[in-house]
């Protein structure tokens, strides 16, 4: 496997949630306690912070184009550019959370995690076209990375502090999750399970928080293959450029939501956003199509 190369030495406090931007060619990525919403362009070499909130816990990218962003205290918005249009203002019960990792399935639907806070864990919550939000799961220890199979009859779903990579099955008709498995039990791994990818083989890429490492598993659950990198949380992986063939990996200085710590703890690319050929491809990722 090619080594990964540092393609933005930011120095995120939780770098989080890459998507590339087929219409763009451009990469978006977060860091999430501090609100922003960051870019990086493989044609120029160069990135920007193109927008800044409280907190911005995941994003997907609209039919339209535009950016649906999922912030503090269940607030959801559109972004264009630089200019905002609320789609939800709060949720009630997660005024003192945040949105996590988030997903738009295939019929532009959005699920979407929220972070425990001190008097409730997190909820899984399904985000409908036409606004409706509906929670689907209650009781997480932090949701966190999603994904579909190829033929869209199952949902993987990662747990961070249950250990746990579960697989549901998926009715795309009418965006129904049931039937939990336990697809990897990571409990015997340094590390928990963060975010994740499918690639177009079915494959499933987990990064591991405080694990300094992405894995790739077969659809059985084996793992194929395992890629290092110079930075203790490995926080979220995405496929992109020409044909998909690219695979972007963000990191974290962490810890939680607490202070940044330092590369010397961390590791020398702790926080930073890397690049590497996996030689296998991955998939565009579903579109939401979600009005304000």
């Not at 998507?19 to 960051?38: A, F, M, S, T, V």
């Not at 912070?49 to 269940?74: H, M, N, P, V, W």
Request: net charge negative; with cysteine; aromatic share 10%.
């Amino acid at each position: 496997m090619p080594e990964p190369t540092r393609v933005a030495d930011t120095h995120n406090h939780t770098g989080e949630g890459p998507l590339w931007h087929p219409d763009e060619k451009r990469l978006y990525w977060l860091d999430i306690p501090n609100g922003e919403l960051l870019r990086y362009d493989p044609a120029t070499d160069e990135h920007v912070r193109c927008y800044e909130a409280d907190a911005i816990g995941g994003f997907t990218i609209q039919k339209d184009g535009s950016l649906l962003l999922f912030e503090d205290a269940g607030k959801v918005e559109i972004w264009r550019d630089g200019t905002t249009e609320t789609v939800i203002e709060e949720i009630p019960e997660e005024r003192d959370t945040r949105f996590n990792d988030v997903i738009a399935d295939p019929e532009g639907r959005v699920f979407c995690g929220t972070m425990p806070s001190d008097d409730h864990l997190g909820s899984l919550y399904r985000l409908d076209p036409d606004g409706t939000i509906t929670k689907v799961l209650d009781g997480l220890q932090i949701p966190n990375g999603m994904g579909f199979t190829p033929n869209r009859s199952g949902f993987y779903f990662n747990e961070t502090e249950a250990e746990s990579v579960y697989r549901f099955e998926y009715d795309a008709e009418t965006g129904e999750i049931s039937n939990r498995d336990v697809f990897v039990d990571t409990e015997d791994e340094e590390g928990s399970p963060d975010g994740m990818t499918v690639d177009a083989d079915g494959y499933v890429w987990t990064a591991y928080w405080n694990g300094g490492c992405l894995v790739r598993y077969t659809p059985d659950g084996e793992e194929d293959r395992r890629i290092d990198f110079p930075a203790r949380k490995v926080s979220c992986v995405t496929f992109g450029g020409e044909g998909y063939e690219d695979a972007y990996v963000t990191t974290a200085l962490g810890p939680g939501e607490g202070e940044p710590r330092s590369r010397e703890e961390e590791g020398d690319g702790a926080g930073a956003l890397f690049r590497f050929s996996p030689g296998v491809a991955g998939r565009p990722e579903f579109r939401s199509d979600v009005s304000p």
